[in-house]
């Protein structure tokens, strides 16, 4: 009946003059709109109108002019971003790390998902859930402690042991090529609990039938995983996969800002685009560069998305974001 | 192979419990681990560390990093009292406007509903990147140095909203509405006294991801605070971990002889994430059903 209602009213309003619409609708609804006033406001101030400070990419900004009305320099800002190498550096390492990350996170979480969910003993699989979940709740700040603690030259762990072994002393922070490794480590160290809840959740929502039919064709539990849970478990990680991919362009800043900060050492190995923006803007002060990598980024950020959510939409439209 | 397969009618086939249970138990104990260490490095007595280094248990238990702080705690306390506060002014503000802004993107009679929902998730699709929002905040809005913006920064999180407005949804019936109204309630009472008591098991979830996401903010003190009684513990601990190994009130007080330094940042580190790794036993299951809820859209 009330569907009716809404479909008269439709309808009605409809036939009234368009441009009227929203303030009508919102005289109409005076209070509802006054509720949801807070959040406008706060994206406005927040997010809309930061976002047209977009024209700081195309000025040389000043002290004086401000956001709105520095000199306008057209594309200067891009040409340096451009010229100075840095754009190819900070856009591979951006998609290669998060290739990676969401690669590995994918099958750890997975993994652990499938053997968490073949334990019979409920206090095991508790108890286990909680310690993987773990990691997930602290800072990256407090992540780089424990990296520190690890991988330092003089007194870390990896180093001691090595030194039982008699072996020599990895002097990891001025190395690039071991953080190709770390990194991805790390990631997965951090996400696997919260990964294996989402695959869990998803493999308890398999229907316990199909498994009792298997067990009556003689299927043993291998084949059961290989059969029927990963099978079924593909679509969940397809979406999540896709959902991952159009994050990709913002990289875990967090996490290259704690663990690797300003070391020159590994800069090209780890720059990402974010910590270029942010070395840029709160290092060296060079807005040019800063508000151009956010542009930049803001603009790839957006095609991937749109791409991402248009790869979601034909697999499985109920799961689009949009 | 066949005599595997024979084994496995009773469905309990030892090997691949073996594997299940070995795996998990690997996966958990790496995860483990590194609190481990850290918890070892703090209660380990200087010498000790600068001596043999890092190890997995204390090689000589000591308390001296953690009398070394609490003998000057200023700085320590302080930081506990500015993330305390913002955590929790920030939730609770947060998940009120959140919520009332679910409330009302669910509510049929609004034509416009749908474009103030993409009003809401344009934002997440692009932005102005990080040097406009700095410098409006600070050179316009001039929020640098107060509690607002370490309050207002990290304060909404617009997939919490959309994931509130899915559970609102499902979960509070439109008849019950349309009755509430019936009886005289308006559109706030309605909010306040059905939506409010029938969403508890959301808010629960959505508080926990919001207050952690406060709690382990150090991102928006570093960019607008340089005051010391603002800063907030984690952004205090990033302080101490990197260059600048004292804070300006302890190095005061302390000759650089006698300080621990490699076990101190340890006891720092245990100081500034005791809390959330003691809290989060109870509340792991919030967070648990909020992944759920948010995986199952709506």
């Known amino acids: 009946m009330n569907t009716d209602v809404q479909k008269g009213d439709l309808t009605k309003a409809l036939q009234k003059k368009k441009t009227w619409g929203l303030i009508k609708d919102i005289s109409t609804n005076k209070v509802l709109y006054l509720m949801f006033a807070p959040i406008a406001i706060y994206f406005i101030i927040f997010s809309y109108i930061p976002m047209t400070g977009i024209v700081m990419a195309f000025q040389s900004y000043t002290v004086k002019g401000g956001l709105f009305s520095s000199p306008w320099v057209g594309l200067d800002n891009f040409q340096y971003f451009f010229n100075s190498g840095k754009a190819w550096i900070v856009t591979r390492n951006t998609i290669v790390y998060n290739v990676i990350f969401l690669g590995c996170y994918t099958f750890f979480s997975i993994l652990a998902a499938v053997f968490i969910s073949e334990i019979q003993k409920k206090w095991y699989k508790k108890l286990s859930q909680t310690l993987m979940f773990l990691p997930y709740f602290i800072s990256w700040v407090t992540v780089s402690a424990f990296v520190y603690n690890f991988l330092n030259y003089e007194y870390g762990i990896v180093n001691k042991i090595l030194e039982n072994f008699h072996m020599e002393a990895l002097d990891i922070y001025s190395n690039s090529g071991y953080w190709y490794l770390i990194l991805p480590f790390m990631y997965v160290w951090k996400w696997v609990g919260y990964g294996s809840v989402l695959y869990l959740a998803a493999i308890v929502g398999i229907d316990q039938e199909i498994y009792e039919a298997a067990t009556i064709d003689g299927a043993n539990r291998f084949q059961k995983i290989t059969k029927i849970t990963l099978p079924l478990l593909k679509p969940t990680m397809v979406i999540l996969l896709l959902l991952g991919l159009g994050r990709i362009m913002r990289g875990e800043f967090d996490m290259f800002y704690q663990l690797i900060g300003n070391n020159g050492l590994l800069m090209d190995a780890t720059d990402i685009i974010d910590t270029l923006a942010f070395r840029s803007l709160m290092g060296t002060a060079d807005f040019g560069m800063a508000s151009s990598v956010g542009l930049y980024q803001s603009v790839l950020t957006l095609i991937i998305i749109l791409t991402a959510n248009w790869l979601v939409r034909k697999y499985d439209r109920d799961q689009a974001l949009f | ?298």
Not at chain 2, 34 to 56: H, M, N, Q, R, T
Not at chain 2, 196 to 213: M, Y
């Open chain 2, 1 to 298: 192979m066949s005599s595997l397969g024979v084994k496995s009618k009773k469905d309990s086939t030892p090997v691949y419990s073996t594997i299940a249970y070995a795996v998990v138990t690997i996966i958990a104990l790496v995860c483990v681990l590194p609190f481990i260490v850290l918890l070892a490095g703090a209660f380990s007595s200087e010498s000790s560390v600068l001596k043999d280094g890092y190890w997995f248990w204390p090689r000589e238990f000591s308390l001296e990093a953690f009398q070394f702080i609490f003998r000057f705690p200023e700085d320590v306390l302080s930081a506990y009292r500015v993330s305390i506060l913002i955590t929790v002014i920030g939730t609770v503000v947060s998940l009120f406007i959140s919520t009332m802004a679910a409330y009302v993107l669910c509510r049929k009679e609004l034509r416009y509903r749908n474009a103030l929902s993409f009003f809401l998730f344009f934002t997440t699709l692009f932005s102005g990147g990080l040097a406009p929002y700095y410098i409006w905040l600070s050179r316009y809005l001039h929020l640098s140095n107060t509690y607002y913006v370490l309050i207002l920064g990290p304060m909404f999180n617009v997939m919490y909203i959309l994931i509130l407005r899915s559970f609102i949804k499902g979960s509070v019936p439109e008849p019950l509405i349309e009755s509430g109204k019936i009886d005289g309630a308006g559109d706030l009472r309605i909010f306040l006294q059905l939506v409010i008591p029938l969403s508890k098991p959301a808010l629960a979830s959505i508080g926990v991801f919001t207050a952690l996401a406060y709690w382990n903010d150090w991102w928006t003190a570093m960019m607008f605070t340089s005051k010391d009684q603002l800063i907030p513990l984690q952004y205090l601990l990033y302080k101490m971990l990197s260059a600048i190994n004292l804070s300006a009130a302890m190095s005061e007080h302390v000759s650089s002889v006698n300080t621990p330094k490699e076990t101190f940042k340890l006891a720092m580190t245990v100081i500034a994430t005791g809390p959330i790794v003691v809290v989060f036993p109870f509340v792991q299951r919030y967070f648990v059903s909020g992944i759920t809820i948010g995986a199952v859209k709506g």
